[in-house]
Each structure stands twice: as structure tokens, then as C-alpha cells.
Nanobody, 122 residues
Framework: QVHLAESGGGLVQPGGSLRLSCVASGNIFPINSMGWYRQTPEKSRDLVAAITRGGATKYGDFVKGRFTISRDSAKDTVYLQMNSLKPEDTAVYLC????????????????WGEGTQVTVSS
């Protein structure tokens, strides 16, 4: 069982910043990777950033160094700091986690949050 609760989305102007948070709870521990995907209107999900239990990170190439993922394992929380936001970053951002039974993929798992809307517009 897993519950992933996202927060921090909203409306920002181009060039602005947001910090997303995701808190994991339930009978899913220990968690391996946690990460963020973004979902298009056609429901495709693209990796934004992920972080393993050991702290290794992976970023989608479209991020271009603007986003930073971090993790507080003691609080079962993952963060996504988004800077220099662009209109094309507009999407639903979904939290992802890998917990028992593990997926076998170092940077992704089978558990999903409901998503938080990020809108970048003037």
C-alpha cells in the first residue's frame, strides 16, 4: 500500500520558481527511488527527475539544469525545486516511488500520486 501526497503547484509567471513536495506514507517502506514525472494533456508521462535511496539523481534532458531534486528520507519526502520556469513546463506533475515489491528499475517505481498542477503563464 502507498499514499503519495503532492503539494506546491500553482500559477507562476515565466522565469518564476516553484517548490514541489511529496510525502510518502503507508506500508511501503523502505523506499528505493522517488521522483517526479510530468503528464501531458494526452496523458504521456515523462521523467522530470528521480533520486535513489543512495542519493544518485537522474534528470530529463528538457530540464536543462533548471530543476533540482532532493530527498529527506527521515521525513519520507521528496522535493523538486523548479527555477526559470517556462510556459512549456506547464503540466501535471506526479510523484513516483519504488517500494516493495521493488520494480527492478533504479529510478522508477509503480506507485503514483494524484498530481499537482503547474501552470506557467503571463
Amino acid at each position: 500500500q502507498v499514499h503519495l501526497a503532492e503539494s506546491g503547484g500553482g500559477l507562476v509567471q515565466p522565469g518564476g520558481s516553484l517548490r514541489l513536495s511529496c510525502v510518502a506514507s503507508g506500508n511501503i517502506f523502505p523506499i528505493n527511488s522517488m521522483g517526479w514525472y510530468r503528464q501531458t494533456p494526452e496523458k504521456s508521462r515523462d521523467l522530470v527527475a528521480a533520486i535513489t535511496r543512495g542519493g544518485a539523481t537522474k534528470y530529463g534532458d528538457f530540464v536543462k539544469g533548471r530543476f533540482t531534486i532532493s530527498r529527506d528520507s527521515a521525513k519520507d519526502t521528496v522535493y523538486l525545486q523548479m527555477n526559470s520556469l517556462k510556459p512549456e513546463d506547464t503540466a501535471v506533475y506526479l510523484c513516483n516511488a519504488d517500494a516493495p515489491p521493488y520494480s527492478g528499475d533504479e529510478y522508477s517505481g509503480d506507485y503514483w500520486g494524484e498530481g499537482t498542477q503547474v501552470t506557467v503563464s503571463s
